[in-house]
């Protein structure tokens, strides 16, 4: 894959455009971003995003549900959607020549969608069983259970299909409303990538634009100064008990989100982090241990989450309190954030090697920052990241704060405080 050039513009009275020229790319990726998710569900049915993004794909006023995707499968393409807390993605992938279509295609389907009604209630049984599905895994449902712990009484904590109660109050009147609010903002960001410049992407795409597009809206913003410790539990038989911990840190801009990353990377995201070797390799306490962080505008989450025997849980916990606290009053041991930083770059780079990872860089950039920073300033910043900053961090996000906990499993009554571990 060679090097992209990035670059971007607003449309005049539209949305953004973003574009990666690849020059020697035999594929295409476009993306439209709807800065929009289950956080603007304030006051509305939660799910009610994840099912706006299904139902754009039962037809439009040009195409039904089955020209949709024959028209892309049949040229060897693919569209697939997905809903997060804060954005909303319609994308579709082919080979260079099927840009033309795609920008066709996905415009139609995200601002030309006709909702049928016949479809509605179609699509509330495929939502219905998809929230079954995932409740009844307790590897998945733990997520929407800690969510629930942490942003307690805020969107960020519903789930995002909702539930088989709210998305029973979702009509038709309910989706075009959404849509229509969020759809046509002009903070919508258009992501391509290909062997395409910005001009001919422009080009592609301006004849399926609709002609009005409106300011975005803040969503409710989230004050984690005033966050309390909640602890969510699902009493159920299970071989295996899932647990999560929550703590709340600081959002996308902070500069602190490098080191953020780091201590998430030598905690628990990679087979040489800290809670892998002690639980997993040394202690045999369970199959599966791993952390990650979250970022939204203005705040964000680190959650550290796990599979284990329940009768190994109080063992496990006390593990994992004893290697943050050992970050907080130590920060890493010698060579840990290099290797972090190696791991980091390293996935940084083979996640480049496609060309749907160029358009969401491209898209993703503008969306959350206004702008395109190339991998090379993002590399550089993560590299410039020290052992103090990492240690910082850790004492900010967890020294004196109780996490947020869920628990699926037996109903052992999670410990009210780590005072002693």
Not at 99 to 126: C, K, N, Q, Y
Not at 387 to 409: L, N, T, W, Y
Request: proline share 5%.
């Amino acid at each position: 894959m060679s090097k992209a050039i990035y670059e971007w513009r607003q449309i005049p009275n539209g949305p953004r455009l973003a574009v990666a020229t690849l020059e020697d790319s035999e594929c295409a990726a476009l993306s439209i971003y709807i800065p929009a998710g289950s956080r603007d569900e304030l006051n509305l049915p939660a799910g009610l995003a994840h099912f706006v993004e299904h139902m754009v794909f039962k037809g439009t006023e040009r195409r039904s549900a089955r020209d949709l995707s024959f028209e892309i499968e049949n040229a060897g393409g693919q569209i697939n959607a997905c809903t997060s807390e804060d954005q909303t993605v319609y994308e579709g992938r082919g080979e260079a020549d099927l840009m033309p279509v795609l920008a066709d295609v996905l415009s139609d389907m995200v601002w030309h969608a006709t909702f049928p009604a016949s479809e509605i209630g179609l699509e509330r049984e495929v939502i219905g069983e998809e929230i079954t599905m995932y409740k009844e895994s307790p590897a998945d449902h733990i997520g929407d259970l800690i969510s629930s712990a942490l942003w307690d009484g805020h969107p960020l904590g519903n789930s995002i299909s909702g539930s088989l109660e709210t998305i029973a109050k979702i009509d038709r009147e309910t989706l075009m409303e959404f849509r229509n609010r969020h759809h046509f903002r002009s903070d919508v960001v258009i992501a391509a990538a290909g062997p395409f410049t910005v001009e001919q992407i422009m080009e592609m795409i301006s004849p399926h634009l609709p002609g009005n597009f409106h300011a975005g809206e803040r969503a409710l913003e989230f004050d984690r100064t005033t966050a309390a410790q909640r602890i969510v539990i699902d009493e159920r038989e299970t071989d295996q008990l899932q647990l999560a911990l929550a703590w709340h840190t600081p959002g996308r801009h902070a500069e602190s989100r490098h080191a953020l990353r780091m201590l998430s990377m030598m905690l628990g995201e990679t087979a040489s982090s800290r809670l892998f070797l002690e639980l997993r390799e040394e202690r045999g306490l369970c199959y599966q241990i791993s952390s990650d962080v979250t970022f939204f505008d203005e705040t964000g989450a680190f959650e550290v989450s796990a599979g284990l025997d329940p009768e190994s849980r109080d063992e496990a916990l006390a593990c994992i309190y004893r290697e943050i606290g050992d970050l907080v009053a130590n920060g890493p041991k010698p060579g840990e954030l290099d290797r972090a930083k190696r791991l980091t770059i390293a996935q940084s780079k083979l996640s480049f090697e496609s060309t749907g990872s160029h358009a969401a860089w491209a898209g993703e950039g503008v969306l959350d920052f206004g702008r395109v920073p190339s991998p090379a300033e993002w590399r550089a910043s993560v590299m410039a990241v020290t052992d103090a900053e990492v240690q910082a961090i850790a004492r900010e996000v967890f020294d004196g704060k109780e996490p947020s906990m869920a628990e699926i499993g037996e109903g052992k009554s999670l410990p009210q405080s780590r005072k002693g571990r």
